[in-house]
């Protein structure tokens, strides 16, 4: 069983950045994706970016067309933890974040595809 939770969202001004935490416990998978999606009030959840990793290699990443080149998924494996970090931030990019993992890779643009979940963590961007 794996348990992740979320941390760093808040408020911020547009153009700004935030960077998300997640942290992982449970059982550790030697090949597994993370991902970031989000949802703003009214909308479906949406694939925000993913990373799957092997050991200490990465063997795919992807992002949103919405924020590429603004988000960057790293990990800090001392203390078992995912980061999203969020640069350039604007108004639309407003929702709760939610952190996602899966052992493996395959369909990482889909929610279904993903076993495990935390709890959101809000993100409020302002002008």
């Known amino acids: 069983q794996v348990q992740l939770v979320e941390s760093g969202g808040g408020l911020v001004q547009a153009g700004g950045s935030l960077r998300l935490s997640c942290a992982v416990s449970?059982?550790?998978?030697?090949?597994?994706?993370m991902g970031w999606f989000r949802q703003a009030p009214g909308k479906e959840r949406e694939f925000v970016a993913h990373?799957?990793?092997?050991?200490?290699?990465?063997?795919?990443?992807e992002s949103a067309e919405f924020v590429k080149g603004r988000f960057t998924i790293s990990r800090d494996n001392a203390k078992n933890t995912v980061y999203l970090q969020m640069n350039s931030l604007k108004l639309e990019d407003t929702a709760v974040y939610y952190c996602?993992?899966?052992?493996?890779?395959?369909?990482?643009?889909?929610?279904?595809?993903?076993?495990?979940w935390g709890q959101g963590t809000q993100v409020t961007v302002s002008s």
């Open positions: 990373v799957t990793w092997s050991g200490e290699n990465i063997l795919h990443a």
């Open positions: 449970g059982r550790a998978f030697s090949t597994y994706t």
């Open positions: 996602a993992a899966r052992p493996g890779t395959g369909s990482y643009y889909n929610r279904r595809n993903y076993d495990y």
